[in-house]
């Protein structure tokens, strides 16, 4: 593909632009992984199973034509739960406060159901419907699917994509810089994210749970970062983290025969942060059990999921 993140300042534009992008869509239709695509970084993880994404992520793409704040949001659906309403409820709200909304459907769910959903978005905002993974379908499909939504919300662009493909990306990328506002950038041309370093640790850690293990284990697991510090010599971090399960049997998953999974857990955890921060990495793991988390108000809090 070639580069879109850094398209030259067209010369109508008076000087560069800058604004806020939110991602959203239902679970699994590759919101985190378009983010990663276009920013040309995985900060945004990522896994097969729905719902991955919890918490609102915001990514930083700056080039010659501007900034764009990328807001990828956790997927909207049918909660029924105290942290399940929370998550709906940011991915909401961060919607509300963009400059251009991305919602993204999978090219083989059923327009009429995926477009009962398209009434969380605010209509003050403008839209871009993204009809993702259309590597996935014939292209002759892709015409009546397109007129099927048409009319279903008043979207400024309707664009096919493949995410995983980096298809059609840069055409995505020109509409976005064009439709955002002129204004000076926000954020240092060489940051990748407003999240704290620990933040994104944390996520690391849990993507690897999300895909090594399965049922209802990364659904009821979440990770706190107890300690993280450089050495003496600045020459590498150490990280104590904390995975956090809710019954005794999912704690006997994580931890794995003889503790097998979680070493897994920690090595490939473990290498995704060292490209983050560029040192090698001494990462301590243990697992807690705090019975039924997800639904007590003080866990939620002390998770950092609800203030």
Request: proline letters at 8%.
């Amino acid at each position: 593909m070639n580069d879109p993140s850094y398209p030259d300042r067209p010369e109508e534009w008076a000087g560069p632009r800058c604004g806020f992008v939110g991602v959203a869509g239902e679970p699994n239709v590759g919101k985190s992984t378009l983010v990663n695509r276009l920013l040309g970084e995985d900060l945004a993880i990522v896994s097969p199973k729905p719902q991955t994404t919890w918490q609102v992520v915001r990514g930083i793409l700056t080039g010659p034509a501007g900034q764009i704040i990328f807001i990828d949001t956790p997927g909207i659906h049918h909660s029924w739960d105290r942290f399940s309403n929370r998550m709906v409820a940011d991915a909401r709200s961060a919607l509300f406060d963009a400059d251009l909304n991305f919602w993204l459907i999978d090219c083989r769910d059923d327009p009429v159901r995926a477009a009962v959903f398209f009434s969380q978005l605010p209509r003050r905002v403008p839209a871009f419907l993204l009809i993702n993974k259309v590597d996935l379908i014939p292209r002759k499909r892709l015409l009546p699917l397109i007129e099927r939504l048409r009319d279903r919300y008043p979207f400024q662009e309707i664009i096919p994509i493949s995410a995983l493909k980096n298809e059609n990306l840069n055409r995505l990328l020109e509409l976005t810089w064009a439709s955002l506002p002129e204004g000076p950038i926000l954020f240092p041309p060489d940051q990748l994210s407003d999240q704290p370093e620990r933040e994104i640790v944390k996520e690391f850690i849990r993507e690897q749970v999300f895909l090594l293990t399965h049922q209802e284990v990364p659904y009821s697991t979440a990770v706190m970062i107890e300690e993280m510090r450089e050495g003496p010599d600045r020459r590498k971090v150490f990280i104590r983290g904390l995975i956090i399960v809710e019954r005794p049997a999912q704690r006997a998953i994580i931890l794995g025969k003889g503790g097998a999974m979680i070493k897994r857990i920690g090595t490939a955890a473990r290498k995704k942060i060292e490209g983050l921060i560029g040192v090698p990495v001494f990462l301590e793991l243990q697992v807690l059990v705090r019975e039924n988390w997800r639904r007590k108000t003080g866990a939620l809090k002390d998770l950092g999921f609800i203030r």
